[in-house]
């Protein structure tokens, strides 16, 4: 079962966001089982987060 239920892409000009839907209530769950690290990496409105610090430049 994969926790992605979809992605929707929202774009203005050159700008571009992408919102992962969660299929479960873990708002973290899609994150880790993304295709890619670099959605690991994020900034929220209190806190950083950086799921793997040493591998990151």
Known sequence: MSSI??????ANGQC???VIISSTVA???PIF???STVVMN???????FCA???LTP
Not at 5 to 10: A, D, M, P, T
Not at 42 to 48: R, S
């Open 5 to 10: 239920c979809s992605v929707v892409l929202f």
């Open 16 to 18: 571009l966001i992408d």
């Open 27 to 29: 708002a973290m769950s």
């Open 33 to 35: 089982k993304f295709h």
């Open 42 to 48: 994020f900034i929220a409105a209190d806190h950083i």
């Open 52 to 54: 793997y610090p040493t």
